[in-house]
């Protein structure tokens, strides 16, 4: 029976030049670092743009090896994500003016037309939450548990579940004032 190596002995070792174990830690968190940027950007492309980011990030200043390796990289992930997420919103609205003034798109079927807008809607409406809010949102909706969500947004995980029901709250409200 193999016992996994714990991620603070992976980023000890890997500070010490073993770039396998660098490659472990990557494995190992890849597909929840890529759970929760595919959340929040609704793009197979952009979340793994962003998630090189990320574990760019991590080869190139890695942590104390004491830290939480799993709670930083999330906390990374969520914060270069909920970035992405702001900086498309302000794009999107400048192509919304820009349209206005004559440009036409090309067609699609109408199912298309339909979830590309409701991505859009939620990509929006996220952006326009306090940040938490919306990293509470994502997080919960990636999967994780009360307890690892407050350790990622650093809070009491007695608060979390209070502090979901006031982001879907605010959710809830910006999202139908987005469709009006």
């Known amino acids: 029976m193999t016992t996994a190596i714990p991620d603070a002995m992976l980023l000890y070792r890997f500070q010490q030049g073993d770039e396998a174990s660098f490659t472990t830690l990557f494995q190992r968190h890849y597909d929840m670092v890529y759970g929760v940027l595919f959340r929040l950007t609704g793009t197979r492309a952009e979340a793994e743009d962003l998630l090189q980011e990320v574990f760019l990030r991590l080869y190139e200043r890695p942590l ?24 498309a919103y302000r794009r999107e609205r400048r192509e919304r003016i820009a349209a206005a003034d004559g440009e036409r798109s090309l067609p699609a079927t109408e199912e298309e037309v339909t979830r590309r807008e409701l991505r859009r809607r939620v990509q929006r409406t996220l952006a326009r939450l306090p940040e938490r809010a919306a990293k509470l949102l994502v997080l919960r ?19 979390v579940g209070t502090l979901l029901a006031r982001a879907q709250a605010a959710f809830t409200k910006r999202y139908q004032e987005e469709g009006e």
């Open 64 to 87: 104390h090896h004491a830290e939480n390796v799993a709670g930083w990289l999330y906390r990374v992930a969520m914060n270069t994500g909920y970035n992405a997420l702001r900086a």
């Open 141 to 159: 909706e990636s999967g994780f548990s009360y307890r690892e969500i407050a350790e990622i947004v650093e809070v009491a995980e007695g608060s």
